[in-house]
């Protein structure tokens, strides 16, 4: 093992140049693949020796935890495919020789366990010859449709087994709220058609984020448009909302404990339903605060006629589905929620004038700031923005 690794040690510390850089990336891919199946070739033998109980582990996936440092998860995983390929001789030979990615090996080895002993054996030589061919999304499609027809029953109990693993985690405090999870991938198909569909209606002319803040984003946005269906459950009749609390003396936050700018409070305000507490140092609450989102149907009905059924901002067309309805003058600042002091705005430019404070040139001339609207000419002229482009 010393001799392998001051091998690589060696070879990292060469210069290939540029034009064999991509050489040398592809045959170290292969060099990870083989030495993966390598190591689970191994641990499949050390999980049937059972001499992890020797070196004092309860089970295989506790020894490669203590041994590797890798997680709960991260230790089953391999040791569920460690098992699987120690039935599957072709796709282990064909892990060890570094013909596939760690990858391809799980798919491939996952799919052949659905299929009966004596099918599996006579199809795993083809499902790795297609594996060596297709890319990973053509193999997964090519395995499903396999599995389809040469088992059914076997895919029926497959569907039935994922939809029991289903899972889903939702942390919402810390520095960032974590969302995790395994879903069904039926349910997790849709999810992706959805969110693909939200990022492509908030692309933006200058986009700057990653595809990754996209997809946050697009999530936020169907929560907010969840947020505004009437079929939405009450809980003790009232709508799902934040409830915000205010003390004297310390900012604004959520009972779950997020502390919210202004610049939130007034967004979240415009876009679901608020209830503002006011309490004592003490935490006594001295008065509840009414709703903040009582825009009806007639209302919104009303705003969409006015403004043409598009978001106000000058040289923006969002349609009306894809806007909500802006409290020129914020909620906190007495501002009323009746059709005057109502402005439609694009969801994307209703986080740039609340998240970012971007000033907002409306067609009918006024300047949008964060605390309200004024009069054509009035005011500074807007910021402009290297994330939006704001005419």
Avoid at 123 to 143: K, S
Avoid at 181 to 193: C, F
Avoid at 300 to 319: F, K, M, N, T, Y
Avoid at 327 to 342: Q, S
Wanted: net charge negative; aromatic share 2%.
């Amino acid at each position: 093992m010393s001799d392998v690794l001051g091998a690589l040690d060696a070879l990292g510390s060469t210069d290939p140049g540029l034009l064999q850089l991509p050489g040398l990336v592809a045959s170290l891919a292969r060099v990870q693949a083989a030495a993966t199946g390598h190591y689970l070739r191994r641990l499949g033998e050390l999980d049937a020796s059972g001499e992890f109980e020797v070196e004092g582990a309860a089970t295989t996936a506790a020894w490669v935890r203590r041994e590797t440092g890798k997680s709960e998860r991260e230790a089953r995983d391999d040791v569920r495919l460690a098992r699987r390929l120690r039935q599957l001789p072709v796709v282990q030979a064909a892990s060890i020789a570094g013909d596939l990615p760690p990858q391809t090996v799980e798919l491939v080895a996952r799919v052949a366990m659905l299929l009966p002993e004596e099918l599996r054996a006579a199809t795993e030589p083809a499902l790795v010859d297609a594996a060596r061919l297709m890319t990973y999304e053509q193999l997964r499609r090519f395995l499903s449709e396999k599995v389809a027809s040469l088992a059914p029953d076997q895919l029926k109990d497959a569907i039935e087994t994922a939809y029991e693993r289903r899972r889903l985690y939702l942390d919402p405090l810390g520095d960032m709220g974590e969302v995790r999870g395994s879903l069904e991938p039926l349910v997790a198909e849709q999810l992706d058609v959805v969110l693909n569909a939200l990022m492509e209606s908030d692309r933006r002319a200058d986009e700057t984020r990653t595809i990754a803040q996209r997809r946050a984003d697009a999530l936020r946005l169907m929560v907010e448009m969840v947020c505004e269906l009437p079929e939405m459950p009450q809980v003790r009749e009232a709508l799902p909302q934040l409830i915000v609390v205010s003390e004297e003396g310390k900012p604004a936050h959520t009972t779950g404990g997020n502390v919210l700018s202004e610049g939130q409070l007034d967004l979240v305000r415009c876009a679901s339903d608020v209830t503002t507490v006011v309490v004592s140092p003490g935490r006594r609450p001295l008065d509840v605060g009414r709703s903040a989102r009582s825009v009806g149907r007639r209302v919104w009905l009303a705003i969409v006629v006015r403004d043409e059924g598009h978001c106000q901002v000058a040289g923006c067309s969002a349609p009306a589905s894809r806007c909500v309805p802006h409290h020129i003058v914020p909620w906190r600042l007495g501002g009323g929620t009746d059709l005057d002091n109502l402005v439609l705005l694009c969801v994307a430019h209703h986080h740039a004038l609340h998240d970012r404070e971007i000033n907002l040139i409306l067609y009918d001339g006024r300047t949008l700031t964060p605390t309200g609207g004024l009069p054509v000419g009035a005011g500074p002229p807007p910021r402009r923005s290297r994330h939006l482009q704001v005419a």
